[in-house]
């Protein structure tokens, strides 16, 4: 179940993505959403959704190899030094 969750948790984002290149592509061909007045507010829409969902997904799968130690050497988590 919890595999589940988790693949939704990141196609949610993914299919925001797609729609933010899609609006962003249509405006570049001149083709305007109904619900949009301007063409340059679709462009701005689309790449606000496509960086919000790129990033989301980026950041899930950062901090997934965070946890497993999969990333460089200045991205792991500094060991704390004993006090004295």
Do not use: C, E, H
Request: avoid cysteine; charge should be positive.
């Amino acid at each position: 179940m919890s595999r589940i969750t988790a693949l939704l948790i990141m196609v949610i984002p993914g299919v925001l993505a797609a729609y933010g290149i899609k609006l962003m592509r249509d405006m570049l061909f001149g083709i305007l959403q109904p619900p949009i007045p301007f063409l340059w507010l679709q462009f701005l829409i689309g790449l606000i959704l496509f960086a919000g969902g790129l990033s989301f997904v980026a950041g899930f799968v950062f901090y997934r190899d965070k946890k497993r130690n999969k990333v460089q050497a200045k991205f792991q988590k500094k060991k704390s030094l004993p006090s004295k």
